[in-house]
């Protein structure tokens, strides 16, 4: 049972979840269905373990184990106790359970947490004949989560978060998650092949998944997932498809892609974290103030995260740099700028309206992501 195909959840910021959609499908996943907040799909622990590794702009990878309405504790319990975990765990797991309540009967996640965590073991010791659980094993990662009572019980199949690919160990002051910066490169004129310029690019992640994106890279190849320990995943083959997986990269090109910042503390992380992808040389990094950035290609497509001003005494020294962003583009009438930020006001500021918009959330933060031919 533990490895035949079952519904599945993939996990996305708000904004782009349609963008996790397609990538299922390219990937090769069935019955791929967006929703608010995620994308539902069906797979089984190979194909899962394959949309780990390849997603660029998905946050985790969950398998749904059970789902229906519960407005009370004994509704949790029942509903947690009917998920077959004897065909799941072997009794050796840490079985680390995290709850979420959103407008729902039952509003307290430690309670919630508690019920699960019960009806879990009570059933494992009935299937199992087995009184004690050591809880020493591998982690084994389950998060229920009730919307308007609606429950779902997920077993967690990433572990940390996809946006950490492995390479960036460090932090910038406000980084950009990777998911997201994957995400403005997708929805950007860039393709592979053309130059990509990040004027306001820290430390570095925007042109870092460009890059990877460019050798068709599989973003999560340096790291590890929750469910390579779990016991049924022994036999789902899952170094075959880590294989699979990292065979179709193609040669890197260098001199396409790059940023620069006027921090240079920034770009020292950005240098480590291109060191620590494996792509030194691919992107190359200069400390310059947009200000008087000159792009020596004629075409290309310039991708940022500016600063947005939300504390007050930071407004207007942003919208003078969204005044200088405006004027980058007038320098560069053959490449194409992109900017997201918060700041309502970002269009007036950079002098003309843009050709496409996009809702986009960084974080928790609703953001406006500005295309400009
Ligand atoms: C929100 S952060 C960008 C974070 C980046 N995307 C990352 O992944 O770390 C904005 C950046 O804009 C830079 N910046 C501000 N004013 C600038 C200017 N006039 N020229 C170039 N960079 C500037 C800041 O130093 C900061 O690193």
New binding site residues.
């Given amino acids: 049972m533990a490895q035949s195909v079952r519904p599945c959840y993939a996990a996305a910021a708000f904004g782009l979840e349609g963008l996790v959609a397609d990538e299922l499908k390219r990937i090769g996943m069935q019955d791929v269905r967006a929703e608010n907040g995620g994308v539902r799909f069906s797979a089984d622990p190979a194909d899962i373990f394959r949309c780990n590794l390849l997603s660029r702009f998905s946050d985790r990878m969950f398998m749904i184990l059970a789902e229906g309405d519960c407005r009370t504790f004994e509704d949790l319990f029942q509903l947690v106790s009917g998920v077959s975990w004897e065909t799941l765990a072997d009794g050796t797991e840490a079985f680390n359970i995290s709850a979420k309540c959103v407008r729902s009967q039952l509003m307290s996640p430690r309670d919630c947490q508690a019920v699960t965590k019960k009806a879990l073991l009570e059933r494992l010791k009935k299937k199992t004949r087995r009184n004690i659980f050591p809880e020493k094993g591998a982690d084994f990662p389950v998060q229920v989560s009730l919307r308007n009572d609606h429950t779902l019980v997920l077993l967690n199949t990433s572990g940390a978060s996809l946006s950490r690919r492995g390479y960036r160990t460090w932090n910038?002051e406000?980084?950009?998650r990777e998911t997201l910066?994957a995400a403005l490169v997708a929805l950007s004129p860039w393709r592979p092949g053309l130059p990509l310029h990040d004027?306001?690019?820290?430390?570095?992640?925007?042109p870092i998944e460009a890059a990877l994106m460019q050798q068709n890279r599989a973003p999560g190849r340096s790291r590890s997932f929750a469910m390579e320990s779990f016991a049924f995943s022994a036999s789902a083959g899952l170094e075959a498809v880590r294989r699979s997986c990292t065979k179709a990269e193609r040669a890197p090109q260098e001199g396409l892609l790059s940023g620069?910042?006027?921090?240079p503390e920034?770009l020292e992380l950005a240098r480590r974290h291109l060191r620590q992808a494996g792509l030194s040389g691919v992107v190359s990094f200069e400390c310059l103030?947009?200000?008087q950035l000159s792009l020596p290609q004629e075409r290309g497509v310039m991708i940022c995260?500016?600063?947005y001003g939300e504390r007050l005494e930071n407004q207007n020294s942003c919208r003078q740099?969204y005044r200088?962003l405006g004027l980058l583009k007038a320098r560069h009438p053959g490449w194409s700028l992109c900017a997201i930020t918060s700041d309502p006001a970002f269009e007036r500021f950079f002098g003309k309206r843009a050709d496409k918009k996009r809702r986009l959330y960084n974080g928790r933060l609703e953001c406006t992501y500005y295309i400009y031919r």
Wanted: hydrophobic letters at 25%; aromatic letters at 0%.
């Fill in positions: 910038g406000a980084p950009l910066a004027p306001c690019c820290g430390t570095g992640t925007i620069s910042d006027l921090d920034p103030p947009l200000q995260n500016p600063p740099l200088d």
